[in-house]
């Protein structure tokens, strides 16, 4: 294993490997940080120009894209409070929320930097603990899987504090939502209304703009002097420095965080369907704080719980 | 005796949850597979349904004890939401007129309607807001049309 190991280490710091990474990063960067626009797509769009580079070569600029659009994805998703990726949607809890009071460097930092952190846990643990953890996803069946879904909706719920109820019927009414359209099993339509465009069902992505972007516009809009004010009072608009070593001592000071985020990352990510790890490592960090640090506003950790990084092994989620 | 949005919201889910039972029933039944498509709907709509009525039992409970809260000054319902329904109207419109005017002129319309809408309206807005329209939805249309080779609604005005 260990000469495995080395020979890919060789590989991954060539030259031209690390120059076509850096371009794959900085591509990933620019899509993940456009709302609307996948990662998946961002690597489709890189496919053609893999078709010409060895293996290696082709996989360092896709996994480049791949990882810098993770990480574009929450620069959107902590300025403006919309996210790039679906995988940010978890930054807009807490980074947004910095990002107003006039944190947006420290909030940039703390993303940026608990990916790295959580990355390179998750590639060490995977490194070592691939064939064990494939194993145990692999025997993952249908009755885990709604198991699993099942916490995932609880865990959902308890977001919502002392609005129990609210956020159960917020979950259920989410489930609704993805009834609607065609039928998977049985192929028939269900709440259609008789509309074409319903039968095709709601996509993720624009659910996900809706939901975020618009939902922000509407309660920014309420007041008009409050719509005209910048999102930014406290910044100067000569622009944002990342804080770098602030968010480092930040990450390190809550270090349990990131073993935590990192290892429900793995976890989650080794399962072959379920997508959200973000959205699970987030609510359980959230329950960690002290309950005076609850607010929306809050806390720093937390958004460094939710850009943990996904472990590379996960299958494509079915489309 | 006013009643708490709460209130509101459950019986509004409520009657979202009789419809929604209602339309189930359109639900083609088909004479294969081990379940029918109507199942999981269902099961959904009354748990929604339930903890709904639950909501609306705890908010009428705990009515009292918001009464005694210090009452607020009362804002108008219209102008409240005068804003947000300005948006809402103007999503609807673009929506409705995008197989016409196609997304570079619909979009334009669409930033720079709320943008005149909800700021002050002097000439020098006036003009700014119309810059901001054209060159965003200008970018954005060029960006996607040339860059990502993605076909937009080219609209009936300037099929382009």
Redesign the interface.
């Known amino acids: 294993m260990i000469e495995h190991v080395i020979t890919a280490f060789q590989d991954v710091f060539a030259f031209n490997n690390l120059l076509l990474m850096f371009l794959g990063t900085t591509a990933g960067l620019i899509a993940g940080s456009i709302p609307g626009f996948t990662i998946t797509m961002a690597v489709v769009l890189t496919l053609p120009f893999t078709f010409g580079l060895s293996a290696v070569e082709g996989l360092a600029t896709m996994i480049g894209v791949f990882v810098g659009g993770l990480s574009g994805g929450l620069m959107s998703g902590m300025l403006t409070g919309i996210p790039g990726t679906p995988s940010s949607i978890a930054t807009t809890f807490d980074g947004f929320p910095m990002t107003r009071r006039g944190k947006p460097g420290l909030a940039l930092g703390l993303g940026v930097w608990s990916s790295f952190f959580g990355g390179i846990l998750s590639a060490v643990l995977l490194v070592t603990l691939a064939p064990s953890l494939a194993r145990i996803g692999l025997k993952f069946g249908p009755w885990d899987y709604f198991a699993l879904v099942l916490f995932a909706l609880t865990i959902t719920a308890s977001l919502s504090g002392e609005a129990l109820v609210k956020g159960i019927i917020a979950g259920l009414l989410g489930l609704f939502v993805a009834t609607i359209g065609e039928d998977e099993i049985n192929g028939v339509a269900r709440f259609t209304f008789g509309s074409e465009t319903l039968e095709s069902g709601f996509a993720f992505l624009p659910v996900l703009i809706g939901l975020f972007a618009f939902s922000q516009l509407l309660s920014d809009v309420q007041d008009t002097d409050k719509a005209r004010e910048p999102l930014m009072k406290s910044v100067e608009a000569k622009g944002i420095r990342v804080e770098h070593w602030a968010a480092i001592k930040l990450i390190f000071s809550r270090w349990t965080n990131v073993l935590r985020s990192s290892l429900i990352g793995v976890f989650t990510g080794v399962l072959p369907a379920p997508a959200g790890r973000s959205r699970t490592s987030w609510p359980t960090t959230r329950r960690r704080r002290p309950r005076r640090s609850r607010r929306p506003s809050g806390p720093v950790p937390r958004t460094a719980s939710s850009r943990r990084k996904a472990p590379t092994m996960r299958r494509p989620a079915a489309p | 005796m006013p009643i708490s949005r709460d209130s509101v919201v459950a019986i509004l889910?409520l009657a979202l949850c009789g419809v929604?039972w209602h339309?189930?029933y359109d639900?083609?039944i088909?004479n294969?597979?081990t379940?029918?498509?109507?199942i999981?709907?269902r099961i959904?709509?009354v748990?929604?349904a339930l903890?709904?009525a639950?909501?609306l039992l705890?908010s009428l409970l705990n009515r009292p004890a918001e009464d005694k809260a210090p009452a607020e000054t009362p804002t108008p319902l219209l102008k409240?939401?005068r804003?947000?329904l300005?948006?809402y109207v103007l999503f609807l419109g673009f929506l409705f007129t995008l197989p016409t005017l196609g997304m570079h002129l619909g979009g334009a319309l669409f930033v720079f309607l709320?943008l005149t809408a909800?700021?002050r309206p002097s000439p020098k807005l006036i003009a700014i807001h119309a810059a901001v329209a054209v060159v965003s939805i200008g970018v954005m249309w060029s960006i996607f049309t040339f860059g990502?080779r993605v076909i937009l609604p080219q609209g009936e005005i300037l099929p382009i």
């Open positions: 889910l929604l339309a189930s639900i083609e088909t294969y597979g379940m029918a498509g109507t999981w709907p959904i709509i748990a929604v903890f709904s639950l909501m705890t409240r939401y804003n947000a300005i948006i709320p909800l700021g990502l």
